[in-house]
Structures are given as structure tokens and as C-alpha cells.
């Protein structure tokens, strides 16, 4: 079977049975409907806030969503085309399992987060990225640190680390992303981008396909964190043929619109002011413009990641994600490997409570923190 692929960049599988069925076996009755409305970051994090970081070109600004005042900092790093706020309801279950700080971050041309070269994606930078976002918020004595980083960011997490980004760090942990399976899995990225939809009608209908396409699979999660992969663009009404009706709510470019849009743009100038237009959703990020990237964030990675000299946790969503270097450092014991089999590649999301036990039980048994009192592990 043919694997999908996220510009997480690892494989995506296939909604497990019981899950989310094809669009023939999703008639529900009255009643049942499922709500695919968008939920606000406010529920699941305190605080969120704009930091603002020096460079040469001038000052790039970072969000970052919070929550906690004591403990150790946990620092959250999306995958690519993600968001801080993928990481929202697993923060809403981290926070009540152990005494912890959270921090997620929308990284350089992600979410929310401005920067002026959003175009340079190159591992280096992005560690670079973290370290001054840590700088900003801490100053010279930075908290005890965990970094947490899923896909695309379980690299930059890596990366960070052996670079010694961040003096204060604790431990690493790194979700789905293996250097073979995500080397392997480059060759066939563009190909998964180019059969996502373009555009969506709302972001109902994004959160609708999100879940039902198995990208996502957990309803909660999505309707969160779609919001920080899609964002509102206007389309005139010449356009609306685009638009489709479909279950999945996917509205299909069509690429030989220009002309037509051409002829019609002269005459409908001067109502321009009265037409209302009609709002759709598309990326925030153009990942297939990022691939001379892709080689840097991975080539590499599992040596670097079994030099970093600090309690290391290693989450997969199947064994067969661990390449040969992996496998012998697993067996000398260098870090510290958990499968949690029925997820998808956004193993956070799709099980938040799993990812949360494996990394309280982590972090606890290296006495990095303490679970909540109260709290039944």
C-alpha cells in the first residue's frame, strides 16, 4: 500500500477502522451531525503573545502561546504547515498531569509568526530562531528547558539542541520523524502537495477535510489547530464556479480562469466597491516552495540526535519508522523509544493523553518535575 505523506514529512496512514469512514458511509441521522466549527486557542492556553526578536534586517516577531508559571519549560515546535496551536489540547492534558510551564511557538513563516525573510526555512536559521525566542522571553538564566518537536520540528528541536542553542536544556523529545523514513519519503512530497485541495469555502470545511481525509484524527485537534494551517483570502464573485459543493467542502482551482477574470476585471472596477466578496480559505504555507530545505532538516538527523548530550525520548507511530542508526542506539540504550500504535503522522494531536503519559512518566523518572498532586498516573 502506498504511503501519503505530510510535509510533516512522514507517512500519513489510513483512518483505522471505527474511525472516520469514506464519504458513502458518513450519512448520519438526525441528531448526529458532527460540529466541525472552529475552537478558540484562549481554551486550551493562558496567554499568547507577540516576541519580538533583533536581527540585521530588523525585527522579526514570533507568537507564542503560554500557559503555566512554574516548573520546567516545556518548548513546543510544530511540523511544517503546522502550528503552535496543533499542540493546544495536548497542552490542556500536559498541564494537568504534571507541574510544568508550556510554550508553543509558530515558527519562521508559520502561524501567525512574521519574519522578514520568511523564505529562508534552512535548519540553522530555525534553530537560531529558537534560541533568541528563548533569549527574549528568559534573558541570561533561562528555566530548565524540555524541547518537544513533532516532524519538521522534532528536527529543528535536534538541530537546536546540538548547537547548544539553549544553555538551560533539560532533555529532548522527538515525535514521528526518523532521518530514513523522512529521506525516503521526500521523493514522493510533491506529489502528496499537489493532491491536497488548494482552497476551501470556509474553515468548517477545512476542519471537515482535515478529519475526514485522516490528516487529523482527532475532531477536538482539528478544530483548533486548522485554524493556524489555512488563512482567509478574498475571491471575487467572477470566481464562484471554483467553489464546490462537494462533502469535503475542497474548492478545485481552475487554471485556465485568467482570461476570463482579465475580461471581467475592467467592468466590475467601478462596483468593485459594492460587490461583495466571497471569503475562502487556503494555505498559509506554500510547502512545496520549501523543498530545497527538506535535505537539510533531515540528512543527518539521527547522528545528531544520538550526539545530544541530554535525556533523549523518541515517540513513533510505528516501529517501522526506525532506521538502522536509530535501531543500534535504541539497543545500547542512548535514548528512550515509545511506539503508540493507531495514530496518524500528527501523533500529538490524534493522541494527545498517550503522548502526555509517555512524556510525564519521562520527565518524572528523571526528576524533572513532579506529577500534579492529586493527579492518578
Known amino acids: 500500500m502506498e504511503k501519503q505523506l505530510h510535509l510533516n514529512l512522514l507517512p500519513s496512514r489510513p483512518p483505522m477502522a471505527g474511525g472516520f469512514q469514506s464519504s458513502s458511509k458518513m450519512k448520519m441521522g438526525p441528531g448526529r451531525k458532527r460540529d466541525f466549527s472552529p475552537l478558540s486557542w484562549s481554551q486550551y492556553f493562558e496567554t499568547m503573545e507577540d516576541v519580538e526578536v533583533e536581527n540585521e534586517n530588523g525585527k522579526d516577531i514570533f507568537r507564542v502561546?503560554?500557559?503555566?508559571?512554574?516548573?520546567?519549560?516545556?518548548?513546543?515546535?510544530?511540523?511544517?504547515?503546522?502550528?503552535?496551536?496543533?499542540?493546544?489540547?495536548?497542552?490542556?492534558?500536559?498541564?494537568?498531569?504534571?507541574?510544568?510551564?508550556?510554550?508553543?511557538?509558530?515558527?519562521?513563516?508559520?502561524?501567525?509568526?512574521?519574519?522578514?525573510?520568511?523564505?529562508?526555512?534552512?535548519?540553522?536559521?530555525?534553530?537560531?530562531?529558537?534560541?533568541?525566542?528563548?533569549?527574549?522571553?528568559?534573558?541570561?538564566?533561562?528555566?530548565?528547558?524540555?524541547?518537544?518537536?513533532?516532524?519538521?520540528?522534532?528536527?529543528?528541536?535536534?538541530?537546536?539542541?546540538?548547537?547548544?542553542?539553549?544553555?538551560?536544556?533539560?532533555?529532548?523529545?522527538?515525535?514521528?520523524?526518523?532521518?530514513?523514513?523522512?529521506?525516503?519519503?521526500?521523493?514522493?512530497?510533491?506529489?502528496?502537495?499537489?493532491?491536497?485541495?488548494?482552497?476551501?469555502?470556509?474553515?468548517?470545511?477545512?476542519?471537515?477535510?482535515?478529519?475526514?481525509?485522516?490528516?487529523?484524527?482527532?475532531?477536538?485537534?482539528?478544530?483548533?489547530?486548522?485554524?493556524?494551517?489555512?488563512?482567509?483570502?478574498?475571491?471575487?464573485?467572477?470566481?464562484?464556479?471554483?467553489?464546490?459543493?462537494?462533502?469535503?467542502?475542497?474548492?478545485?482551482?481552475?487554471?485556465?480562469?485568467?482570461?476570463?477574470?482579465?475580461?471581467?476585471?475592467?467592468?466590475?472596477?467601478?462596483d468593485d466597491q459594492e460587490i461583495k466578496k466571497e471569503s475562502i480559505f487556503t494555505w498559509r504555507v506554500e510547502l512545496s516552495k520549501t523543498e530545497k530545505y527538506w535535505d537539510g532538516w533531515f540528512r543527518g538527523l539521527s547522528a545528531l540526535f544520538l550526539t545530544c548530550p541530554v535525556p533523549k525520548l523518541l515517540l513513533l507511530a510505528g516501529v517501522d519508522r526506525l532506521d538502522k542508526d536509530l535501531t543500534i542506539g535504541q539497543m545500547q540504550g542512548k535514548f528512550q523509544m515509545q511506539v503508540l500504535p493507531q495514530c496518524g503522522h500528527a501523533v500529538h494531536e490524534d493522541a494527545p493523553e498517550k503522548v502526555a503519559d509517555a512524556l510525564a512518566t519521562f520527565m518524572v523518572r528523571h526528576k524533572f518535575t513532579d506529577f500534579k498532586e492529586g493527579y492518578l498516573c
Open 65 to 270: 502561546y503560554c500557559s503555566g508559571a512554574h516548573g520546567p519549560v516545556l518548548l513546543l515546535l510544530h511540523g511544517g504547515g503546522h502550528s503552535a496551536l496543533s499542540w493546544a489540547v495536548f497542552t490542556a492534558v500536559i498541564f494537568s498531569r504534571i507541574n510544568c510551564r508550556v510554550v508553543a511557538m509558530d515558527l519562521r513563516a508559520h502561524g501567525d509568526t512574521k519574519v522578514k525573510n520568511p523564505d529562508d526555512l534552512s535548519a540553522d536559521t530555525m534553530a537560531k530562531d529558537i534560541g533568541k525566542v528563548v533569549e527574549v522571553l528568559y534573558g541570561e538564566n533561562p528555566p530548565p528547558i524540555m524541547v518537544i518537536g513533532h516532524s519538521m520540528g522534532g528536527a529543528i528541536a535536534v538541530h537546536t539542541a546540538a548547537a547548544n542553542l539553549i544553555p538551560s536544556l533539560l532533555g529532548l523529545c522527538v515525535i514521528d520523524v526518523v532521518e530514513g523514513t523522512a529521506m525516503d519519503a521526500l521523493n514522493s512530497m510533491q506529489n502528496f502537495l499537489r493532491s491536497r485541495p488548494k482552497t476551501f469555502k470556509s474553515l468548517e470545511n477545512a476542519i471537515e477535510w482535515s478529519v475526514k481525509s485522516g490528516q487529523i484524527r482527532n475532531m477536538e485537534s482539528a478544530r483548533v489547530s486548522m485554524g493556524g494551517q489555512v488563512k482567509k483570502c478574498e475571491q471575487s464573485p467572477s470566481r464562484s464556479p471554483a467553489v464546490s459543493n462537494s462533502i469535503a467542502g475542497i474548492i478545485e482551482e481552475e487554471e485556465d480562469e485568467e482570461v476570463e477574470e482579465e475580461s471581467n476585471k475592467k467592468r466590475m472596477k467601478e
